[in-house]
């Protein structure tokens, strides 16, 4: 086979190359959907329910007749379009989804159900159309939290399910689970809430459709995290046409975390107003837009308990998970439960396992992945337990988890619930976290704080997740004629650095400048297929493919070069841009080779795919070190370490920037992010930055990151995947801290996320009465 240059590179795999994105990013030259104007173009709003659970009746005659008022859609108006799909079913127990109308007919099931789409020449037309539509409200009972819906004599948000469950079933062995808790020394348990989040990422959705009436074809701008997928499922499941008179075309996008991967409901209404307006139309949210219109993520209810041996060992684990996926089913809504529920044994050799998992309806926004989808709720259950159990038994946290931890020599161990684990070395990433956070000395540090009238605790959590399992992602990689090369793939960028990824691992192998290496994501028309991004599979699935193709057009190119040379292709290597004899001074550039006579294109390009048919297992350890104030229940974070296991590092730079972002979204979600609906009338309190607190700086700390990789064994790159990873050991080792900060000087061993000063301050005063009663 033709040798290809692997020595290390300037800008090749393990430099911390800077972002080839943020020039122009950081001057004000990044170009989002929003940005996308074109001349002229209609603008177009949602009206949406006041209420959580209503009937109701429409009449928008009034409003269609105002001025600069072009359409107006209510569901009588779109009856032949396709509603939302759930893209995931049960197996062995199918469901019959309940239908997610594009507009609700007669009946709304949370605050912000769309019941109109306005458009008008100008927004504040638009805005005078919405409150002119007249609607008559008929207000219903509504139920609001997981733990309420599955009450006796709760409301029912669907006639079909009048328990509100979706549907109720079991993963592992109930019977072994059962066997383990009869033999067990003693059992430890906790009941704990994981709080409902809204995304808020920086740029809210937004989308652009323009209507080219010769060809009846639709160009849709849509910020997302994937351009193929959206048409897709708006072609073939909503608007009934064919994908080829469909383009759509994702630009710079500000934020995804997982929300924006799904398709929603202003798509095909902007798809079909264009159409019927033969007009270019926008829309862009508004930040309440957000707050009642997208996806939100977590929202479980747990119980969970683990069967001990007096020594400490885990003999068994039993969890009882309840997950809101509020009024209608988001694209993949059900499996964030189901799937995340695989990884609940972490870490830990655990052979006898059970997990009951229920997905309930409440009058909510729909529930669906953000941010590590189901392995961060996974994670914060299984290490909220394993402390716990430490304090059951008198043991400390470090302790109980350097006893359960899956030995390096037992891999590769296939957990309880069939997850493969085939490579790292989980006590060495504590050990090492511990080092680096003076676990040794933290008595000391509390002493001093006590001192000051302070209470210090220190966490641990030891995380797992599973990545890359989008399905086959294609690369393409093209030599241009002026002797740059451009990748296309479909995976869609928003923020974590696609563009200087792919080029590293193009620059590996042909050693030529970033600058020179172009990369095309979100197009539908430049890009054959794509999966898009989501599970951090960009790297693990879409870099192999990368590096695979990069490596074929380079064997095509020598085949080429070897005319031209004359030579054999066996003694050619590429550097630099250029095809060189080795061990001589003749050689030819890519332009050159690009512009000889007769050059066969198809031999200037190479597709290659890879799929990761059982995925990668990121893994690691994050210690945090907080300081509480009781006399008001402020938390501040000292000290904050993370040693993680993502198998190969591509970029140590943007590695970082992804483990620190993910880290502080974590960070917010313990302290202080929670979406709360009233009880009583399902109205959502914190649907304003008035109401709902989210991470500043401030928030967090210095944190101290590094890596012990273990490279992957199925992944032909190494890697494990990294995009989430910050997210999922951040929030228990938080709350993790907070309890041992608690437990140490009060005696509470219980606190649910978010730890808020109120919460932590009314937490305090109940330790101390209960030391009193004593």
Same mark, same amino acid.
């Given at each position: +086979?033709?040798?290809?240059?692997?020595?290390?590179?300037?800008?090749?795999?393990?430099?911390?190359?800077?972002?080839?994105?943020?020039?122009?990013?950081?001057?004000?030259?990044?170009?989002?959907?929003?940005?996308?104007?074109?001349?002229?173009?209609?603008?177009?709003?949602?009206?949406?329910?006041?209420?959580?659970?209503?009937?109701?009746?429409?009449?928008?005659?009034?409003?269609?007749?105002?001025?600069?008022?072009?359409?107006?859609?209510?569901?009588?108006?779109?009856?032949?379009?396709?509603?939302?799909?759930?893209?995931?079913?049960?197996?062995?127990?199918? *469901?019959?989804?309940?239908?997610?109308?594009?507009?609700?007919?007669?009946?709304?099931?949370?605050?912000?159900?769309?019941?109109?789409?306005?458009?008008?020449?100008?927004?504040?037309?638009?805005?005078?159309?919405?409150?002119?539509?007249?609607?008559?409200?008929?207000?219903?009972?509504?139920?609001?939290?997981?733990?309420?819906?599955?009450?006796?004599?709760?409301?029912?948000?669907?006639?079909?399910?009048?328990?509100?469950?979706?549907?109720?079933?079991?993963?592992?062995?109930?019977?072994?689970?059962?066997?383990?808790?009869?033999?067990? =020394?003693?059992?430890?348990?906790?009941?704990?809430? %994981?709080?409902?989040?809204?995304?808020?990422?920086?740029?809210?959705?937004?989308?652009?459709?323009?209507?080219?009436?010769?060809?009846?074809?639709?160009? $849709?701008?849509?910020?997302?995290?994937?351009?193929?997928?959206?048409?897709?499922?708006?072609?073939? %499941?909503?608007?009934? +046409?064919?994908?080829? %008179?469909?383009?759509?075309?994702?630009?710079?996008?500000?934020?995804?975390?997982?929300?924006?991967?799904?398709?929603?409901?202003?798509?095909?209404?902007?798809?079909?107003?264009?159409?019927?307006?033969?007009?270019?139309?926008?829309?862009?949210?508004?930040?309440?837009?957000?707050?009642?219109?997208?996806?939100?993520?977590?929202? @479980?209810?747990?119980?969970?308990?683990?069967?001990?041996?007096?020594?400490?060992?885990?003999?068994?684990?039993?969890? =009882?998970?309840?997950?809101?996926?509020?009024?209608?089913?988001?694209?993949?809504?059900?499996?964030?439960?189901?799937?995340?529920?695989?990884?609940?044994?972490?870490?830990?050799?655990?052979?006898?396992?059970?997990?009951?998992?229920?997905?309930?309806?409440? @009058?909510?926004?729909?529930?669906?992945?953000?941010?590590?989808?189901?392995?961060?709720?996974?994670?914060?259950?299984?290490?909220?337990?394993?402390?716990?159990?430490?304090?059951?038994?008198?043991?400390?946290?470090?302790?109980?988890?350097?006893?359960? *931890? !899956?030995?390096?020599r037992a891999l590769p161990y296939t957990t309880a619930t069939g997850k493969v684990y085939d490579s790292g070395d989980f006590a060495a990433h504590l050990k090492?976290?511990?080092?680096?956070?003076? #676990?040794?000395? *933290?008595?000391?540090?509390?002493?001093?704080?006590?001192?000051?009238?302070?209470?210090?605790?220190?966490?641990?959590?030891?995380?797992?997740?599973?990545?890359?399992?989008?399905?086959?992602?294609?690369? %393409?990689?093209?030599?241009?004629? @002026?002797? =740059?090369?451009?990748?296309?793939?479909?995976?869609?960028?928003?923020?974590?650095?696609?563009?200087?990824?792919?080029?590293?691992?193009?620059?590996?192998?042909?050693?030529?400048?970033?600058?020179?290496?172009?990369?095309?994501?979100?197009?539908?028309?430049?890009?054959?297929?794509?999966?898009?991004?989501?599970?951090?599979?960009?790297?693990?699935?879409?870099?192999?493919?990368?590096?695979?193709?990069?490596?074929?057009?380079?064997?095509?190119?020598?085949?080429?070069?070897?005319?031209?040379?004359?030579?054999?292709?066996?003694?050619?290597?590429?550097?630099?841009?250029?095809?060189?004899?080795?061990?001589?001074?003749?050689?030819?550039?890519?332009?050159?080779?690009?512009?000889?006579?007769?050059?066969?294109?198809?031999?200037? @390009?190479?597709?290659?795919?890879?799929?990761?048919?059982?995925?990668?297992?990121?893994?690691?350890?994050?210690?945090?070190?907080?300081?509480?104030?009781?006399?008001?229940?402020?938390?501040?974070?000292?000290?904050?370490?993370?040693?993680?296991?993502?198998?190969?590092?591509?970029?140590?730079?943007?590695?970082?920037?992804?483990?620190?972002?993910?880290?502080?979204?974590? !960070?917010?979600?313990?302290?202080?992010?929670?979406?709360?609906?009233?009880? =009583?009338?399902?109205? $959502?309190?914190?649907?304003?930055?008035?109401?709902?607190?989210?991470?500043?700086?401030?928030?967090?700390?210095?944190?101290?990151?590094?890596?012990?990789?273990?490279?992957?064994?199925?992944?032909?790159?190494?890697?494990?995947?990294?995009?989430?990873?910050?997210?999922?050991?951040?929030?228990?080792?938080?709350?993790?801290?907070?309890?041992?900060?608690? #437990?140490?000087?009060?005696?509470?061993?219980?606190?649910?996320?978010?730890?808020?000063?109120?919460?932590?301050?009314?937490?305090?005063?109940?330790?101390?009465?209960?030391?009193?009663?004593?």
């Amino acid at each position: +086979m033709a040798q290809i240059n692997t020595a290390p590179v300037k800008f090749g795999v393990g430099q911390s190359a800077r972002r080839k994105e943020d020039d122009a990013l950081v001057r004000g030259r990044g170009r989002y959907t929003d940005d996308h104007a074109p001349a002229p173009a209609m603008h177009a709003l949602m009206l949406r329910s006041p209420h959580a659970h209503a009937k109701f009746k429409i009449d928008a005659t009034q409003a269609r007749a105002l001025p600069g008022v072009a359409l107006i859609l209510t569901a009588d108006d779109i009856k032949d379009l396709g509603g939302l799909p759930c893209l995931f079913n049960l197996p062995d127990n199918p *469901f019959t989804a309940p239908p997610y109308p594009i507009l609700a007919q007669g009946e709304v099931r949370h605050v912000g159900d769309a019941i109109a789409f306005v458009v008008a020449d100008t927004l504040s037309h638009a805005r005078d159309a919405i409150e002119a539509v007249a609607v008559e409200w008929a207000p219903l009972p509504a139920v609001v939290g997981a733990a309420n819906a599955v009450k006796k004599g709760a409301p029912a948000v669907w006639p079909q399910f009048p328990d509100n469950v979706l549907f109720d079933v079991g993963i592992g062995n109930k019977a072994a689970a059962e066997a383990a808790f009869a033999n067990a =020394d003693a059992v430890a348990e906790i009941s704990i809430v %994981n709080p409902r989040i809204v995304t808020n990422y920086m740029e809210t959705r937004a989308a652009v459709c323009e209507y080219d009436a010769k060809r009846d074809h639709l160009t $849709l701008t849509i910020g997302s995290q994937g351009s193929h997928r959206l048409r897709d499922i708006l072609c073939q %499941n909503i608007l009934h +046409m064919p994908v080829e %008179n469909m383009r759509v075309i994702c630009p710079d996008v500000g934020g995804g975390f997982g929300t924006k991967l799904f398709p929603y409901r202003e798509y095909a209404l902007i798809a079909v107003a264009s159409r019927k307006l033969k007009k270019s139309v926008r829309w862009t949210a508004e930040r309440a837009d957000h707050f009642m219109g997208d996806s939100q993520g977590r929202d @479980n209810v747990t119980t969970a308990r683990m069967a001990l041996r007096k020594d400490g060992k885990f003999l068994g684990m039993d969890v =009882d998970l309840i997950g809101d996926m509020g009024g209608y089913l988001s694209t993949f809504g059900p499996y964030i439960p189901h799937g995340g529920a695989g990884m609940l044994p972490g870490l830990y050799d655990i052979q006898a396992f059970h997990c009951r998992i229920r997905t309930v309806f409440t @009058n909510t926004v729909p529930v669906d992945a953000y941010r590590g989808a189901g392995r961060p709720e996974a994670a914060y259950v299984v290490e909220r337990l394993v402390d716990a159990a430490a304090r059951k038994l008198g043991m400390t946290p470090d302790a109980i988890r350097l006893k359960n *931890f !899956i030995a390096p020599r037992a891999l590769p161990y296939t957990t309880a619930t069939g997850k493969v684990y085939d490579s790292g070395d989980f006590a060495a990433h504590l050990k090492r976290a511990m080092e680096i956070g003076d #676990w040794k000395g *933290f008595s000391k540090r509390a002493k001093a704080a006590k001192k000051q009238g302070l209470v210090r605790g220190i966490g641990l959590a030891s995380y797992v997740e599973v990545c890359g399992t989008m399905g086959e992602e294609t690369a %393409n990689v093209q030599l241009d004629p @002026n002797g =740059d090369v451009t990748v296309r793939i479909g995976s869609q960028s928003s923020g974590q650095g696609h563009q200087t990824a792919y080029a590293q691992l193009v620059s590996e192998q042909f050693g030529l400048p970033l600058e020179r290496i172009h990369v095309i994501q979100g197009d539908t028309d430049q890009v054959a297929t794509g999966l898009g991004t989501g599970g951090s599979s960009a790297i693990p699935s879409g870099g192999v493919s990368v590096q695979r193709a990069t490596r074929d057009l380079g064997a095509k190119l020598k085949e080429i070069a070897a005319e031209a040379l004359e030579a054999g292709a066996t003694d050619l290597e590429i550097d630099a841009g250029v095809i060189r004899v080795a061990g001589t001074d003749r050689t030819i550039s890519f332009a050159d080779l690009a512009k000889r006579p007769g050059a066969d294109p198809a031999k200037m @390009n190479a597709s290659e795919k890879f799929s990761s048919a059982d995925g990668t297992f990121p893994n690691g350890t994050h210690l945090v070190e907080v300081e509480i104030d009781p006399s008001t229940g402020v938390t501040r974070l000292v000290n904050y370490v993370v040693v993680d296991d993502f198998g190969a590092t591509l970029n140590p730079l943007m590695l970082a920037g992804q483990v620190h972002g993910g880290t502080m979204q974590g !960070i917010g979600q313990a302290l202080m992010e929670r979406a709360v609906y009233d009880a =009583d009338d399902g109205q $959502l309190v914190t649907g304003t930055f008035m109401d709902y607190a989210m991470p500043r700086a401030s928030d967090g700390t210095p944190i101290t990151f590094e890596t012990h990789n273990v490279p992957c064994v199925t992944n032909p790159l190494g890697v494990k995947g990294a995009g989430e990873a910050g997210a999922i050991g951040s929030c228990p080792a938080v709350v993790n801290a907070i309890v041992d900060a608690l #437990w140490r000087e009060y005696g509470v061993d219980h606190i649910d996320m978010p730890a808020t000063p109120e919460r932590v301050w009314v937490a305090i005063r109940e330790g101390q009465r209960s030391e009193a009663a004593e």
